[in-house]
């Protein structure tokens, strides 16, 4: 593994898989494809994620380019990266939805805002009625890499829109009286 432009170094990569069979197998194969060493693998089989999903953790040996890769690669497959080496988010926001978030699919809202906007989701708390007829709430701590809260923020109120559901947003500095 001998990259020109770089020695070889430890990461760890964050990824929250689906939990069906051959997910793990189809994460690892991006970083055996592009020249990554396994130093060891975490999967927490017992825990899930607030979207359901299941954290796995490795940590891997790559040159810093073929790491680049590697990212990109797992990102192409479709894998939800939740940290990559040094890329850590840097940025988190609260969020409240309100509406009809069971009857408009609130997985599929919060999918989508991961898909779109490149934040991830990292706490959910959902509150609703005894009957579906009444409005629920759900409190969404979102993650996003620094400088990229405006867009999390546009894909949330887009698909809240979309939803008929009320967005209510983190106050910003140049908000705060």
């Known amino acids: 593994m001998s990259d020109s432009t770089g020695e070889v170094r430890a990461y760890t990569v964050r990824l929250e898989l689906v939990d069906r069979p051959g997910e793990l197998l189809r994460a690892l194969d991006p970083i055996a494809s592009n020249g990554g060493n396994l130093l060891s693998i975490f999967h927490e089989r017992g825990n899930v994620t607030p979207r359901g999903h299941i954290p796995v953790e490795v940590d891997l040996e790559a040159t810093p380019e073929r790491f680049d890769d590697i990212v990109d690669a797992l990102r192409d497959e479709g894998m939800n990266v939740i940290q990559a080496g040094a890329e850590r988010y840097g940025a988190e926001l609260t969020i409240v939805l309100i ?78 009286p």
């Open 99 to 176: 509406g009809h978030l069971v009857d408009t699919d609130l997985s599929d809202t919060l999918d989508r805002v991961e898909e779109s906007s490149g934040a991830s989701v990292r706490d959910l708390s959902l509150s609703a009625p005894e009957s579906s007829e009444g409005e629920s709430s759900a409190r969404v701590r979102l993650a996003a890499q620094r400088g990229e809260t405006d867009a999390a923020l546009d894909i949330v109120r887009e698909v809240a829109e979309e939803k008929g559901l009320q967005v209510i947003e983190p106050l910003t500095a140049g908000d705060a």
